[in-house]
Antibody, heavy 120, light 111 residues
Framework: QVQLQESGPGLVKPSETLSLTCTVSGGSISSYYWSWIRQPLGKGLEWIGYIYYSGSTNYNPSLKSRVTISVDTSKKQFSLKLTSVTAADTAVYYCASLYCSGGSCYLNYWGQGTLVTVSS | QSVLTQPPSVSGAPGQRVTISCTGSSSNIGADYDVHWYQQLPGTAPKLLIY???NRPSGVPDRFSASKSGTSASLAITGLQAEDEADYYC???????????FGGGTRLTVL
């Protein structure tokens, strides 16, 4: 069973860069795509993007200009960077494994989530 | 405004059956993209509940079922239990947005 754990600062200043890392255990990093999703408090889920172990990525078009997702296969980690953050980026950020087959993709394992607050 | 539309809330008494709808369009569900469902218990991360329209992962009770037709999908929960009280989200792919999209979520209250 795959387990994921997010880590990173819980507080980021406006206009700065949000950086989070997700550590994968209990499975091979080459088995899935690896995704980031966020959820503003009391609101719904928003897909941020995903990366494959090869390094290929796909981002939510609404965030694409500010998002970078990278992977370190040797450490079994993948990371999220979101630049020029504002209060609207305050949310719980989840990492998850994205299983894709035959053009159908779903998030089969999730981390517990980490709250990131954007405030000065 | 979510691309996939869900009712904000539904409720039912213990033992009853409830359904949650997920309405999309010709650029997502209607384009024959699969629908997946997630359950988010209070204060926890979402959990995969149904994948590829109607399939339950191991460990999910058969009280949960789902279907898809046309531009919509629905999740049904029978024999409602207090532990089912949670938020439920549908998810699919949208060709116009070139990405995966979630419904706005439905809060299930067990009366």
């Amino acid at each position: 069973q795959v387990q994921l754990q997010e880590s990173g600062p819980g507080l980021v200043k406006p206009s700065e860069t949000l950086s989070l890392t997700c550590t994968v255990s209990g499975g091979s990093i080459s088995s899935y795509y690896w995704s980031w999703i966020r959820q503003p408090l009391g609101k719904g889920l928003e897909w941020i993007g995903y990366i494959y172990y090869s390094g290929s990525t796909n981002y939510n078009p609404s965030l694409k200009s500010r998002v970078t997702i990278s992977v370190d296969t040797s450490k079994k980690q993948f990371s999220l960077k979101l630049t020029s953050v504002t209060a609207a980026d305050t949310a719980v950020y989840y990492c998850a494994s994205l299983y894709c087959s035959g053009g159908s993709c779903y998030l089969n394992y999730w981390g517990q989530g980490t709250l990131v607050t954007v405030s000065s | 405004q979510s691309v996939l539309t869900q009712p904000p809330s539904v409720s039912g008494a213990p033992g009853q059956r409830v359904t949650i709808s997920c309405t999309g369009s010709s650029s997502n569900i209607g384009a024959d993209y699969d629908v997946h469902w997630y359950q988010q218990l209070p204060g926890t991360a979402p959990k995969l509940l149904i994948y590829r329209n109607s399939n339950r992962p191991s460990g999910v009770p058969d009280r949960f079922s789902a279907s898809k037709s046309g531009t919509s999908a629905s999740l049904a929960i029978t024999g409602l239990q207090a532990e089912d009280e949670a938020d439920y989200y549908c998810q699919s792919y949208d060709t116009s947005l070139s990405g995966w999209v979630f419904g706005g979520g439905t809060r299930l209250t067990v009366l």
